[in-house]
């Protein structure tokens, strides 16, 4: 978004409205893209992207850590090549439990002694993943549970 006609997914949207939170790892690309994820209601925390407008560039961070209870995950928008990610990214930010990341839009989810680095893909820029997807983080006495959700 918000190039050609793309839009969120009516499924995605009602996710996104049913909340706690929206964590978003860059490539929002406008400010007004920022604006409508937080007219839905949920607080947004999200962190720039590289193909992000120079204006909402100025406006988010290059990483970000969002607290919740009993939980705390960083979000980046690239966490580098493939090859050692997960161990880069425990030690990059190491007072949190798992680390949200976008960049390559392909969905990733791995998890090492209770650590986890997750790429949600996209709603609406898929690029080599077969199908749009989002992600669903849940909380339960300190532990992360990632799931995907694949749209139509």
């Known amino acids: 978004m918000p190039r050609g006609n793309r839009a969120l997914p009516p499924a995605c949207v009602e996710q996104l409205r049913a909340a706690d939170a929206i964590l978003h790892a860059g490539d929002l690309m406008e400010l007004s893209v920022l604006t409508e994820l937080q007219a839905l209601g949920p607080p947004v925390h999200a962190v720039r992207g590289n193909v992000d407008s120079a204006q909402l560039q100025a406006h988010l961070p290059l990483t970000r850590i969002v607290e919740g209870p009993g939980a705390r995950i960083a979000l980046i928008h690239d966490a580098g090549p493939a090859t050692g990610r997960l161990e880069r990214m425990r030690r990059r930010f190491p007072d949190t439990q798992a680390v949200v990341f976008g960049h390559s839009h392909i969905p990733l989810h791995e998890e090492r002694s209770g650590f986890a ?19 669903l983080a849940s909380v339960t006495a300190g532990r992360i549970v990632f799931t995907l959700l694949t749209l139509e």
């Open 117 to 135: 680095i997750f790429n949600p893909g996209s709603p609406t820029e898929r690029r080599r993943s077969p199908q749009h997807t989002m992600g």
